[in-house]
T-cell receptor, first 112, second 110 residues
Framework: EAQVTQNPRYLITVTGKKLTVTCSQNMNHEYMSWYRQDPGLGLRQIYYSMNVEVTDKGDVPEGYKVSRKEKRNFPLILESPSPNQTSLYFC???????????FGPGTRLTVL | SQQGEEDPQALSIQEGENATMNCSYKTSINNLQWYRQNSGRGLVHLILIRSNEREKHSGRLRVTLDTSKKSSSLLITASRAADTASYFCATDASGYALNFGKGTSLLVTP
């Protein structure tokens, strides 16, 4: 089954404790991206990757890192999480940047 | 940066009625897409309309695009309770990333 998977689905952590949210797709898509969704603000893009080893900032990249060492994986790293990063995070993939996006199920992160 | 803006923010109708939601945007686009999100879950692609198209249909969905007014509408006919969800438009203005609006929350009551 074609899908985007994210782990963990739920995470509660404390300020400053490094964490990684994994994202994997099995559709051989070139493009992958991370979004955060907050009430009243909609979806905002954090980072995107057009291909392996190619990443670029989205609209809200501060406090986040990404890497794309393999085509299928695109982890999101929060090196020192803060409470304002409490949000619902989505990974998405597509053939190219503006093609149909396939979204993962989301990761609900709470930073205390 | 967000470009699409959905209207209304929230819509409540009864089963069997039609639901119409609109999306306005600011700059020229290559295509516009509509997505659905069931509560807290990942977005699901519904339909894509290109800038040279005026109308597209998919099942009970009808999307129109008016590039002169920089607006699009999504019509869901004969709504069902299962259509309860948030609906987002996403615009391709850059060629490399989509910009999502804040969404319309649709409630369909039996």
């Amino acid at each position: 089954e074609a899908q985007v998977t994210q782990n963990p689905r739920y995470l509660i952590t404390v300020t400053g404790k490094k964490l990684t949210v994994t994202c994997s797709q099995n559709m051989n898509h070139e493009y992958m991206s991370w979004y955060r969704q907050d009430p009243g603000l909609g979806l905002r893009q954090i980072y995107y990757s057009m291909n392996v080893e190619v990443t670029d900032k989205g609209d809200v990249p501060e406090g986040y890192k990404v890497s794309r060492k393999e085509k299928r994986n695109f982890p999101l790293i929060l090196e020192s999480p803060s409470p304002n990063q409490t949000s619902l995070y989505f990974c998405a993939s597509s053939l190219y940047g503006t093609a149909t996006q396939y979204f993962g199920p989301g990761t609900r992160l709470t930073v205390l | 940066s967000q470009q699409g803006e959905e209207d209304p923010q929230a819509l409540s109708i009864q089963e069997g009625e039609n639901a119409t939601m609109n999306c306005s945007y600011k700059t020229s686009i290559n295509n516009l897409q509509w997505y659905r999100q069931n509560s807290g879950r990942g977005l699901v692609h519904l339909i894509l309309i290109r800038s040279n198209e005026r109308e597209k249909h998919s099942g009970r969905l009808r999307v129109t695009l008016d590039t002169s007014k920089k607006s699009s509408s999504l019509l869901i006919t004969a709504s069902r309770a299962a259509d309860t969800a948030s609906y987002f438009c996403a615009t391709d203005a850059s060629g490399y990333a989509l910009n999502f609006g804040k969404g319309t929350s649709l409630l369909v009551t039996p």
